[in-house]
């Protein structure tokens, strides 16, 4: 099937108008056709005419007794026209680029034509819009969807011809708004004419004559489903269209910029990242106790205060909650959630989780002694840069130690991979830190194995950019290499195409790929700590099947962290409530041992209600022997 053919109203097409932009060689328009396809487009488009059948003979004979844009135009138009062979093999090649081909027929005789070439599309040039012969004869022959370009037109008239073509075809059909002006002046686009033309046309797109990108993307925004540019290879060249188009490279940026205004136009809803609710928890303001309160006592507006963080109940809300009794004792300073007027399920009254594999909870060192009560076999601290620099104290010989090194020292981002020689040296001075760190926790935890180190390597970006991921990642495996890890066993974390740090989201480029991963561990001799959720991140932004990408890395898994996930960004995602297919993946980490947390977004808030949530859904994992 046809790409157009499956078009939605809200979808992106984007055709590339060769034209005779050829220049009258099937080389050159191989060469084009590539260059669009390797620019991601979804058709070419050229153009077919009989100039007999188009200008009176006088005319043709001696383009000098007219005015001087015949002069110029039919010389020129003789030349580029390629012949009948020629289009036959560009259609072959359209079809091996798996790009749509389209022409636009200028006459009844180039109709015919063009109907032997099984197009995908037709399309009509601006000063056709009116010609209805035309019209009636190419669509009495094709059944395929047809284009019409309204340059050159008023209102009046594009109306008119929207009524004729709607009553006489059933063929699916699209208007494009067009200024027929080669270059057109900005002043003269009117892209908001898009919305009349949406009204009269069941679907809408934009015919660009001017120069740059830009309208292209203002035109998508405001509802144009197809955009057409012209492509050349030197703006220079002589030919009518020429200085109208963009070159290959450009093509290839406007594909790319009109995806991005894709996804930023998104839907019409209102969506939280993850990275607004850790910015609401640090910014926004919640109910909070100004003296001790006890169980039982009744809240009353003379009892609270409104700050941050913004964990508890907003200040929006007060009235539902002022007169109601408190079931948990609160500390001043304290924010107030829902969950203090219900009975609580607090850390130590969990049930006792029975799991085949070496498990644990996340923690920080300033809420160890509650996730001690559980005696996990695993506790792992997710660390600050100050957790590896000031005095903490923590033991327990129930739990093998895992350590999550800080991803954040400062104002910067821990980061190996860094072009930056001054965050390089930061960060392998933190990370150096966290290993002493480690080493001298270590006695206090339970005895045998080596106590694991979880690190992100780095290798983000604020910038999307086309990086050599591989490269990036042999940027950290050099740095470790130099890294001395006596007594404790690194495992660097795989890494999710789109993280969130410092309160926005970054573009990931090192050890993101399994390839890439699985290169760096047997290179360094390391195991890796295994993300799940990461893990579907980046199989669903590069197209993959997560079974195939875990069987790459599975001779290297150590560690592993839990939990579901959305999209290409949607991390800690609650077990069950995201796209992953956890049966299918168990099947195959039954096989290997490792030890495991759950890691849900904020799951530690109201006494670990996520992570309790968490540990409850994966327990039949457990009895299966997955976990």
């Known amino acids: 099937m046809s790409r157009i053919a499956a078009l939605k109203n809200d979808g992106l097409y984007v055709i590339a108008e060769i034209g005779i932009n050829h220049n009258g060689s099937v080389e050159e328009a191989l060469f084009l056709m590539n260059e669009a396809a390797k620019a991601g487009v979804d058709a070419v488009k050229f153009q077919k005419r009989t100039l007999s059948e188009i200008y009176v003979t006088s005319l043709l004979d001696d383009p000098n007794s007219a005015e001087w844009s015949f002069q110029y135009l039919i010389p020129q138009l003789k030349a580029l026209e390629l012949s009948e062979g020629s289009f036959h093999a560009l259609r072959a090649e359209a079809r091996r680029l798996g790009v749509d081909f389209i022409v636009t027929p200028f006459d009844q005789v180039s109709a015919d034509f063009v109907a032997t070439l099984d197009l995908d599309a037709v399309k009509f040039a601006s000063a056709d819009l009116t010609n209805w012969p035309l019209i009636s004869h190419t669509l009495d022959k094709l059944a395929c969807p047809a284009i019409f ?39 003269s686009l009117n892209l908001r004419y898009l919305h ?27 509802g144009a489903t197809i955009i057409e540019k012209h492509i050349t290879r030197d703006i220079h060249q002589l030919g009518p269209d020429h200085k109208a188009s963009l070159t290959p490279e450009q093509f290839r940026d406007l594909v790319r910029q009109l995806q991005l205004t894709r996804t930023m136009l998104g839907e019409d809803r209102k969506v939280i990242t993850m990275a607004e609710q850790l910015n609401r928890e640090v910014f926004a303001k919640s109910l909070v106790a100004k003296r001790d309160l006890a169980v039982g006592e009744t809240i009353r507006l003379e009892d609270l205060k409104f700050m941050s963080p913004g964990k508890g109940i907003t200040p929006d809300r007060l009235s539902e909650f002022l007169g109601k009794t408190l079931m948990r004792a609160k500390s001043a300073n304290d924010y107030i959630t829902e969950q203090d007027f219900e009975k609580a399920l607090i850390v130590a009254e969990w049930p006792r989780f029975t799991f085949s594999k070496e498990w644990g909870v996340k923690c920080r060192f300033h809420d160890f002694e509650t996730y001690k009560q559980l005696k996990t076999p695993v506790i792992e601290f997710h660390c600050s840069d100050r957790d590896v620099i000031d005095e903490v104290h923590a033991t327990s010989e129930s739990s093998a130690l895992v350590m999550h090194a800080p991803e954040v020292i400062g104002r910067d981002l821990f980061d190996l991979c860094s072009n930056n020689a001054e965050v390089v040296r930061k960060s392998v001075g933190i990370l150096e830190q966290t290993i002493a760190r480690t080493r001298e926790l270590a006695p206090g935890f339970q005895q045998g194995a080596k106590p694991k180190i979880v690190l992100h390597v780095g290798g983000m970006s604020l910038l999307d950019g086309n990086y050599d991921c591989a490269e990036i990642t042999s940027k950290a495996e050099k740095i470790l290499r130099n890294i001395n890890l006596d007594g404790v066993d690194l495992l660097p974390e795989n890494l999710p195409p789109r993280p969130w740090y410092l309160g926005g989201q970054w573009h990931q480029y090192g050890y993101m790929r399994p390839e890439d991963i699985a290169a760096f561990c047997k290179s360094l001799s390391l195991g890796m700590t295994f993300d799940i959720c990461h893990a579907q991140l980046y199989c669903k932004y590069a197209g993959i099947d997560l079974v195939d990408y875990a069987k790459i890395i599975l001779p290297y898994i150590r560690h592993v962290h839990i939990s579901d996930a959305h999209g290409i960004d949607g991390e800690g995602v609650q077990i069950g409530a995201g796209e992953l297919d956890f049966d299918a993946l168990f099947k195959h980490l039954e096989k290997i041992q490792f030890s495991w947390v759950p890691e849900i977004w904020s799951g530690h808030i109201n006494h670990g209600a996520g992570t309790h949530h968490a540990l409850c859904c994966l327990g039949k994992y457990g009895a299966q022997g997955a976990l």
């Open 196 to 222: 009349s033309l949406a009204s009269i046309a069941p679907m809408v797109g934009y015919s660009g004559h001017e120069l740059g990108v830009q309208a292209s993307l203002l035109a998508h925004a405001l």
């Open 149 to 187: 370009s309204t340059g050159m037109w008023d209102d009046t008239v594009i109306r008119k011809s929207a009524k004729f073509i709607a009553e006489s075809f059933t063929n699916r059909y699209a208007m494009l708004l067009c200024q027929s002006t080669y270059p057109a002046p900005p002043e």
